[in-house]
């Protein structure tokens, strides 16, 4: 068995992740939080009792189906693999996977699509965002698939600026202050932004079958990565112009009001089953503290990565302000 720590979480997997830094030394008193188990069982999967969401891709096809399966969750991702976890978010079992996938989806599944999703059953909340340290606190950058926020991140890292995690931003309310927990090193970039921001092919692994994208910047950011959590200082949304609209030249930054910061932080939130009253409750009630408490930008970037210098400046002069 390998232990790891990842989203404030101690995990035990049958499996190893080449993603994470292991824990070297576990103790017995040391609890596991998840156990992981990748090694499909030559078993039928429950039956599925309720299907609670149908995740599609924009042309329509079924990506993630989410349901209730007797007394846990089953994720399953069309075409790829189906993952099992019991009520408590305690146990966590690959149930199918497709002769065509790889590992590297099934690691990159379960990093980043279930253990979000673990959390949430687990009385945590989480956000579709990624992370940087800065010395004013962690700054986050969250918005719609493709706006450039691992891109971002990448370049503060490569400026000098610790990582914090990429896509999912664990979050908790702590004596009265907000939270981030880190999350792994690495973060996963398109080919024009491993281009423009000249990382080495080599420094690059695969992330899954289904993206082109590569994950970046493991092995630099592991030694320094954050092991406690950080206050959470800054939110971006970071949105681009769309075709048709007026492009710029030069990033714009502008406050987002707590209503509708509210508003948009919720579409950014990984939530599992919106049957739980009790669990949107508690994660209505983070939320609107966060927007409440952390200011919330909406930062507009030119459709240009060699805007990133200008862009990053932006920010850290608004962190200043």
């Known amino acids: 068995m390998f232990r790891y720590r990842i989203y404030g979480l101690t995990i035990e997997s049958d499996t190893i992740f080449p993603e994470l830094s292991k824990i070297e030394k576990p103790t017995d008193s040391m609890a596991t939080d998840v156990r992981v188990r ?41 075409a790829m693999a189906d993952f099992i976890f019991d009520s408590t978010g305690s146990e966590l079992t690959c149930w199918r996977v497709e002769s065509q996938v790889s590992a590297d989806t099934v690691r990159h599944l379960v990093l980043d699509q279930v253990l979000p999703m673990v959390l949430n059953r687990r009385g945590r ?26 891109t971002l991140a990448a370049s503060f890292f490569l400026a000098g600026f610790g990582a914090l995690g990429d896509d999912c931003l664990p979050l908790v309310d ?21 281009q423009a921001l000249s990382v080495s092919a080599g420094a690059t692994t695969p992330v899954s079958d289904y993206t082109s994208k590569r994950r970046a910047l493991e092995s630099p950011s592991a030694k320094n990565f954050p092991r406690e959590a950080v206050a959470l200082s800054r939110i971006y949304r970071v949105v681009r112009p769309k ?7 030069r990033p714009a930054i502008e406050p987002i009001e707590p209503r509708q ?27 609107e503290k966060v927007a409440a408490t952390v200011p919330v930008r909406r930062l507009t970037v030119p459709n240009d990565l060699t805007a990133l210098d200008a ?11």
């Open 243 to 249: 075709d048709g609209e007026p492009q710029i030249v």
């Open 38 to 78: 990748l090694q499909v069982p030559n078993s039928k999967p429950p039956a599925i009792s309720e299907v609670l969401k149908t995740t599609t891709l924009l042309d329509g096809t079924p990506w993630l189906i989410s349901a209730r399966v007797g007394d846990g969750y089953l994720l399953r991702f069309v």
């Open 261 to 287: 910061a509210f508003i948009e932080l919720l579409s950014s939130s990984f939530l599992l089953d919106f049957t739980d009253s009790e669990m949107l409750a508690r994660h209505f009630q983070l939320i």
């Open 174 to 194: 702590r004596n009265g202050s907000i939270l981030v927990l880190p999350g792994y090193p690495g973060m996963r970039l398109g080919s024009d932004a491993i």
């Open 311 to 321: 862009v990053r400046e932006a920010v850290l002069a608004d962190l200043d302000a």
């Open 125 to 150: 909340e989480a956000l579709h965002a990624t992370a940087i340290v800065t010395p004013k606190g962690a700054c986050a950058f969250f918005g719609p698939a493709g706006s450039g926020k691992s």
